[in-house]
């Protein structure tokens, strides 16, 4: 895709999301995630079900995590754990929250382009002390749903999608036909590439250079249907980039240009089968991020409810 056709449907999804007001002050695509819809999506319960779509946080350096998260106990001392009386076991936990390898969520801060964040906020809003707007501060009463899992390896009849390899609309309207599901206004979207499958069966990879994701086009598909988060196992982003001279353009387009909060390295390998046992694809997810004041994102672990 060429820069000039990239700028073009930037442009096209901005105008688009720039007339979607707020609603109960959350801004961006979370304005379609009217109380209606909450209300609505509490019906998707019919199992009493939780499946977690986050994966373990990762301790251990790998090619697609060079700094990973650090979890130290602190408490109890050696000597404390033989003696008598009452002791407590502590720790600290310390996380890149951006990285290839552990669940995130995409605060609309995230993205700077040509000075500005997300709806014209300027950059300069991102200080060294934190974000003074647009920040995960937004989503402090997190979000709760519809959730809707399109699996495009099993739409294909292959275990993963390769590292380079798209998602298209095409592949995402086939999904839902396939599946018996359609996405609607105000869902989370979660579509699956089998990034984690192959991370378990093949071992890690440095997925920064390598992996599969929507393809920018795909990302028009979100519009229409008006959904109001994007997820997927990978980073949502295909690398090497489809776009000449824009390393992320999902990222862009989704986040920048129409408010959509992602969430990045989820896994759905314990989803899969439970949606392919009750016969649905569609189901209550709430997603509940840490309250870091002024943060560009959170790791993250969204339950969905069947």
Request: proline letters at 8%; hydrophobic letters at 45%; glycine letters at 10%.
């Amino acid at each position: 895709m060429t820069a000039h056709a990239f700028r073009a449907l930037y442009d096209r999804l901005r105008s688009r999301a720039a007339a979607q007001p707020a609603v109960d002050g959350r801004c961006g695509a979370l304005g379609r995630l009217t109380p209606e819809r909450v209300a609505a999506a509490a019906a998707e319960v019919r199992l009493g079900r939780t499946v977690s779509l986050a994966a373990p946080v990762e301790t251990v350096p790998g090619p697609d995590d060079p700094e990973p998260a650090v979890h130290r106990m602190t408490g109890p001392a050696p000597d404390d754990l033989d003696a008598g009386g009452l002791h407590f076991a502590t720790d600290r936990f310390a996380m890149n929250v951006h990285g290839d390898a552990d669940s995130h969520l995409d605060a609309l801060c995230h993205v700077v382009l040509d000075g500005e964040l997300y709806g014209g906020v300027p950059a300069s809003t991102v200080t060294p002390e934190g974000a003074r707007a647009l920040s995960v501060d937004l989503v402090a009463d997190g979000i709760v749903g519809r959730g809707v899992l399109l699996d495009i390896p099993r739409l294909r009849g292959v275990p993963w999608l390769e590292p380079g390899d798209h998602v298209t609309a095409a592949d995402l309207m086939a999904a839902e036909a396939a599946q018996g599901v359609r996405v609607g206004p105000g869902d989370l979207l979660f579509v699956r590439t089998g990034h984690r499958l192959r991370r378990t069966e093949l071992g890690p990879w440095n997925a920064a250079t390598a992996r599969t994701g929507l393809h920018p086009t795909a990302v028009e598909f979100l519009a229409e249907r008006e959904v109001s988060v994007l997820g997927g196992d990978g980073n949502n982003d295909t690398a090497p980039s489809a776009v000449q001279g824009v390393s992320f353009p999902v990222h862009v387009l989704a986040i920048h240009a129409m408010g959509i909060h992602l969430m990045d390295y989820l896994q759905f390998e314990d989803l899969v089968p439970v949606c392919v046992r009750a016969g649905r694809w569609s189901f209550l997810c709430a997603v509940a991020p840490l309250r870091l004041p002024g943060a560009t994102g959170s790791p993250v672990n969204p339950i969905a409810v069947l």
